[in-house]
């Protein structure tokens, strides 16, 4: 066959428009412009000025401005890393690397609990929104107004707390008093109740574009004045204004959220302009950039020393490591798949160090402990496994067989790099706190094979490691003789660590002959089949998203929203009376954490599990950024660049 | 032309509304439904149930169909993503442009590079140049889009400065066209794939149109190599990458998700990644809907084309 063409001019030509195209590209390249360096400024030590980058987590943009955030917009990112840099909450918490309350930060002085805790007394400080107005104990009531028409949208509410459990309000001069309908624990309602309060200015008492601020009743009336009713219905039940005042809270409540939905017009609005925090918007789009500036009315102590701060929106841990390297941002976190060294541990175990990724020249590593606990529950409903699942949960030794097979030591060691915290019960052990027992944090189920085995093997269990363990006298096991050890695990998927977790725990289960059958599903599959449920159709067994709680804005982890019978996050429907009572000693009496703690981190309502630590990388020539608090609320006004 | 025109216009319809009722009722069987994805882990049964009422997820599946059907047609509305704080149309208007930028230039691009590189192997078969070229279209081919993205960045972007770690962050195509350090590096990285599947194509498309009857004929008619090629062979062998390009046009609206997501771009890939993942069912419908759209539209002008390139193609 003869060679076709060979030797032409034309064909000569083609390699040469092939590495023609390849040659624009690059010449392209050598015309375009460059960007900014972040961080840089000019001489001096503790500068005045410059522009400061924050990398937001992946697909954790801010997206909602209104302080009254519906359980759609109720994240890390639109509270305490946009929402609080802007409009306050009435009591700050989170000091240094403890999620403590701050009084410096706080609107308000410490709250006083008088007439045997019935009675709240609040002295606000004399802040200044940025419009000239007062922060007043009456824009306290403003928000709590809105709260008892829209309670049921606000995420944090918990029926028969705020604002149910309030008998009446004054607001006088700079004094706040709540009348409650109960004597209340004051830790508890400082830290889970109070904490949700966002004053709002009256500039927001309006329903209608143009109209005069606070020609709404909402922001005005009494607490007492605006009353409501439940109205119950075959899909569950709503809340109905009843008075003037409280149809003006639903309609102001309906044109702010409105106005959150238009996130392109956040800057110019003349509602959100108004701030009592340290910042103000200056830009933001749809993407999650956001920019903000120095709110030069700001009557806080501690004023912004940079000229911006800038939230920058990244799609991967990939992409937010790459800004990192090209030292495109200031502060961001190291992805556990990023970090190259093991951390280390003093005496203290709370207390993280390690080297740096060799890439992250010019950060120092700062890790930071979640003010959370992690766990998966299992489904004390259950009617899987032949109807039987439930039945084997819900015996206490089957749990505790469980658990002493689970070694968050060796997972947190291995998987997370030892950047990670184990949770032994309720309360987080780390950072150091005042609140976790001696109890708890000594892991009352340390990792212990033989006594798993023998737990199984007294209560009746033909244990078969490797194989599947039965139930051989149903007196025993609590369940018909016959009865496998089958288990079903669904976890959230996408997250490398979660996968070796799962895979390391199955291993460890199966030398019990406890079969798990593993399998994954998206994060929001997971929660939304890990739900309260009875009945045939509740088939569940164990549900991982792999995140467990956040104790953020109830700080106090007093657990009423996770393990009361019937508390809503309670999602394996777990009941025990006297786990409901301690934690009712905790809320409404004098006692402190210990007792519920001790028994819970006993009991086991749930599996625990090792929680992962976030690691922050921090510009060096950054200062007063760390350390960042376990609540990831974020002070910008407190940093600065140095030379 | 027309009726055939007409015919497709109208099997298209069909297919659209296929794809948005299988998605639709697939949408629905998702755990905890739409109303848990809004809302997330700490919504309350009644919280769940005004979400759902709020939105006519507490109607007959039917009914919600064609209320979502109805409100396409009348105002274009495809709903509002709870996710996104955003209505679907706004974040596909928004993301579309993005799409748009990456995955044109580069399909222009590898069009540039793999053409002429195809017809190169052929002219030089069986030669050095051709087996290299295969080589390196294999290599090109079987190269992850997520480790070509990663190398090119931490080589060329981090430690040489020569581009940018990131795609342009602007919305506007001029504003991303006037960032070349920002999109060399994404769109080189997605037209290499394109360039190694393109450039075979082509190869055995010209392969096979050069022992035509009609190219013989050429030759015994003296005309010389290069224009037997170009005037004659090109046209006819131009047919596949024609398919190929029709069906680059759903990925054009569909996005990259892997160089979207290693290059800090959130194009039209990630926001359906996005919806798929985080449950997100208006925006699922909304991207499905448009893609589904954009296949339809992509294979008829890949036929229509089809019958200008090549006039004996006829459409009754």
């Known amino acids: ?643 | 032309m027309t009726g055939y025109l007409i015919r497709r216009i109208a099997q298209a319809i069909v297919v659209v509304l296929g794809v948005i009722l299988l998605t639709f009722l697939l949408g629905h069987i998702i755990p905890g439904g739409a109303a848990r994805a809004a809302l997330g882990q700490r919504a309350t049964p009644s919280a769940l149930a005004q979400f759902n009422h709020e939105h006519h997820y507490d109607e007959p599946i039917w009914n919600q169909f064609w209320l979502y059907t109805w409100g396409i047609i009348r105002h274009f509305d495809l709903g509002f993503s709870y996710r996104n704080n955003q209505s679907v149309v706004s974040l596909i208007r928004e993301r579309i442009p993005k799409t748009l930028v990456l995955v044109g230039l580069s399909t222009v691009f590898a069009l540039l590079v793999a053409v002429p590189l195809g017809i190169l192997q052929v002219v030089r078969r069986n030669k050095p140049v051709d087996y290299l070229l295969t080589g390196a279209s294999f290599v090109g081919y079987s190269m992850p889009a997520f480790l070509l993205g990663q190398l090119l960045i931490l080589y060329f972007a981090i430690d040489l400065h020569w581009f940018e770690f990131e795609a342009p962050q602007s919305s506007s195509v001029a504003g991303i066209l006037a960032d070349p350090r920002g999109w060399i590096l994404p769109v080189f990285s997605l037209s290499a794939i394109t360039i190694a599947g393109f450039s075979r194509y082509m190869r055995s498309s010209m392969m096979e149109t050069l022992t035509e009857d009609y190219i013989r004929t050429a030759r015994a008619k003296g005309a010389s190599p290069s224009r037997v090629l170009f005037r004659h062979a090109l046209r006819n062998a131009l047919i596949p990458i024609i398919t190929l390009l029709g069906l680059t046009l759903p990925a054009i609206v569909g996005g990259a998700i892997i160089t979207e997501t290693v290059f800090n771009y959130p194009g039209m890939g990630l926001l359906t990644t996005n919806a798929a993942t985080q449950n997100d069912v208006p925006l699922l419908l909304g991207t499905t809907f448009i893609a589904a759209i954009a296949t339809v539209v992509g294979n008829l002008i890949a036929d229509i084309l089809y019958a200008v390139v090549d006039p004996r193609v006829r459409y009754a």
Not at chain 1, 29 to 56: F, I, L, M
Not at chain 1, 125 to 139: A, C, I, L, R
Not at chain 1, 398 to 420: H, M, S, T, W
Not at chain 1, 567 to 584: H, V
Request: net charge positive.
């Open chain 1, 1 to 643: 066959m003869q060679s076709v063409g060979s030797g032409t001019r034309g064909i000569r030509g083609l390699g040469v428009l092939a590495a023609l195209a390849i040659l624009v590209l690059a010449l392209a390249a050598c015309g375009g412009s460059s960007s900014n360096t972040p961080g840089t400024t000019s001489a001096g030590n503790a500068q005045k000025g410059g522009t400061a980058y924050w990398a937001e987590a992946p697909q954790a943009t801010p997206n909602y401005i209104f302080p009254f955030a519906a359980f759609a917009y109720f994240s890390v990112a639109n509270l305490t890393q946009f929402q609080e840099l802007m409009y306050r909450p009435l009591y700050w918490f989170g000091q240094g690397a403890q999620p403590t309350l701050n009084p410096s930060l706080s609107l308000a002085d410490n709250p006083t609990y008088s007439s045997g805790g019935t009675v709240v007394t609040v002295k606000f400080k004399p802040y200044k929104w940025s419009n000239g107005e007062t922060v007043t104990p009456q824009d306290a009531v403003f928000w709590l107004n809105m709260m008892k028409v829209e309670k049921t949208i606000w995420a944090g509410y918990v029926p028969g707390t705020i604002p149910d459990d309030i008998k009446s309000i004054s607001a006088s001069g700079n004094t706040l008093k709540i009348t409650l309908t109960g004597k209340a624990n004051s830790n508890w309602y400082t830290y889970n109740e109070l904490s949700q309060i966002t004053p709002m200015p009256m500039a927001w008492d309006i329903s209608a574009k143009g109209q005069k601020a606070g020609s709404q009743a909402c922001g005005t009336a009494s607490f007492t004045s605006v009353t409501t009713k439940t109205v119950k219905t075959s899909k569950g039940s709503t809340i109905a204004p009843l008075s003037a005042a409280a149809k003006s809270c639903a309609a102001v409540y309906k044109y702010l959220d409105g106005q959150s939905k238009k996130i392109s017009s956040y800057v110019s609005s003349p509602l959100w302009s108004v701030v009592d925090g340290p910042w103000k918007l200056q830009h933001m789009d749809t993407s999650g950039n956001v920019t903000f500036v120095p709110n030069k009315k700001y009557s806080g102590t501690v004023k912004p020393h940079l000229a911006k701060f800038v939230e920058l929106p990244y799609t991967s841990d990939t992409a937010e490591f790459n800004a990192l390297a090209a030292h495109k941002v200031d502060v961001g976190y190291l992805p556990t798949q990023d970090i190259t060294s093991p951390a280390k541990t003093g005496s203290n175990p709370c207390d993280l160090s390690g080297a740096n990724n060799p890439r992250l020249s010019g950060y120092t590593l700062a890790p930071v402990f979640p003010w959370g606990i992690n766990y998966f529950p299992l489904n004390f409903k259950s009617t899987a496994n032949g109807g039987q699942a439930g039945k084997i949960f819900s015996q206490l030794y089957f749990r505790q067989a469980f658990q002493l097979l689970v070694n968050q030591p060796l997972y947190i060691k291995q998987i997370d790099k030892g950047y990670g915290v184990p949770t032994y019960g309720p309360v987080p052990v780390c950072p150091t706190n005042n609140f976790a027992t001696s109890t708890e944090s000594n892991n009352p189920y340390s990792y212990d094979k033989a006594k798993a085995l023998s737990l199984l093997k007294s209560h009746g269990w033909n244990v078969k490691p490797g194989g599947t363990t039965t139930c051989t006298d149903a007196a025993k096991c609590g369940v018909p003789a016959g009865t496998p050890l089958n288990i079903s695990l669904q976890y959230a998927s996408g997250t490398a660590s979660i996968d070796q977790l799962m895979q390391a725990e199955k291993s460890s289960w199966a030398q019990a002959g406890i079969n798990v059958k593993l399998s994954t599903a998206t994060f929001d599959t997971v929660i939304g089949t890990a739900v309260p449920c009875s009945g045939s159709s509740c088939t569940w067994q164990m549900e991982n998203w792999g995140g467990g709680w956040i104790y953020a804005p109830d700080y106090y982890p007093s657990g009423e929203d996770l393990f009361q019978t019937g508390a809503s996050s309670n999602a394996g429907t777990y009941s025990d009376k006297k786990a409901d009572t301690l934690i009712k000693q905790t809320t409404q009496g004098n006692a402190s954490l210990a007792n519920y703690e001790n028994y819970l981190a006993e009991q086991l309502p749930v599996v625990w599990q090792p929680n992962p630590v976030t690691v922050f990388e921090v510009n060096n020539k950054l200062g007063g950024a760390t350390p960042i608090n376990p609540l990831q609320t974020i002070n910008p006004e407190d940093w600065y660049f140095t030379k």
